[in-house]
């Protein structure tokens, strides 16, 4: 059974920063993607960053370009997100997922949600 263990969330001042882990267990499988969506009360979830093991791309929102940094450590199965210059926009629930072969919008496995709340 894939189970993703997200962590890290919290309160910060607009301006800090954050890092969340999302740890993986209980893959058969080696071809995927591992990424980060986050969905902000009353709007649309959208994939913040991702990263595929099968081509080795990276992606990331365009609103986190140049802020967020997304790492992954194969041995370990773990995902990190760095998170630096946090804005109030940046306040959501973040959720890490696993998608096939590559990045997209539908992700096969979820991991629980961590909230991250920027104050102004």
């Known amino acids: 059974e894939v189970q993703l263990q997200a962590s890290g969330g919290g309160l910060v001042q607009a301006g800090g920063s954050l890092r969340l882990s999302c740890a993986g267990s209980g893959f058969t499988f080696d071809d995927y993607a591992i990424g980060w969506f986050r969905q902000a009360p009353g709007k649309a979830r959208e994939q913040v960053s991702c990263?595929?093991?099968?081509?080795?791309?990276?992606r990331y929102a365009e609103s986190v370009k140049g802020r967020f940094r997304i790492s992954y450590d194969n041995a370990k199965i773990t995902t990190d997100l760095q998170m630096h210059n946090l804005q109030p926009e940046d306040t959501a629930v973040y959720s890490c997922?696993?998608?096939?072969?590559?990045?997209?919008?539908?992700?096969?496995?979820w991991g629980q949600g961590t909230l991250v709340t920027v104050s102004s």
């Open positions: 990263f595929s093991l099968s081509d080795g791309s990276t």
């Open positions: 997922a696993i998608m096939k072969y590559y990045c997209s919008a539908y992700p096969k496995y």
